[in-house]
């Protein structure tokens, strides 16, 4: 069975740092396009890291692109998420989420190729 589990969530001040972990199991992430998503209360769900397992590219939108930054860790079975310099816009509920697609960063961070979603986990960045 194919799973997801988010973990690093948590309230941090303005201009502080998290990072986020998605263990997966139930298949290897070498060969799943994978990402991080997330859903302010009130707005749609975005996508705001992905890395595509064809050519290993990642995709930032503007809003977090130079502070966020995805990885995997093939040993772990597992991808992070480092968030930086955070702002009170960052506040929600963050998903990792994958496909057995291969399709580009970008268009996976759409995110209509999804077929796997994490529970999500809570960032909450206040003073």
């Known amino acids: 069975q194919v799973q997801l589990v988010e973990s690093g969530g948590g309230l941090v001040q303005p201009g502080g740092s998290l990072r986020l972990s998605c263990a997966a199991s139930?298949?290897?992430?070498?060969?799943?396009?994978i990402g991080w998503f997330r859903q302010a209360p009130g707005k749609e769900r975005e996508g705001v890291s992905c890395?595509?397992?064809?050519?290993?590219?990642?995709y930032y939108p503007d809003s977090v692109k130079g502070r966020f930054t995805i990885s995997k860790d093939n040993t772990k079975n597992t991808v992070y998420l480092q968030m930086n310099d955070l702002k009170p816009e960052d506040t929600a509920v963050y998903y990792c989420?994958?496909?057995?697609?291969?399709?580009?960063?970008?268009?996976?961070?759409?995110?209509?190729?999804?077929?796997?979603w994490g529970q999500g986990t809570l960032v909450t960045v206040s003073s």
């Open positions: 989420a994958t496909t057995s697609f291969g399709v580009a960063a970008d268009t996976f961070c759409a995110p209509g190729y999804v077929e796997v």
């Open positions: 890395i595509s397992s064809s050519d290993f590219r990642t």
């Open positions: 139930g298949f290897t992430l070498d060969y799943y396009t």
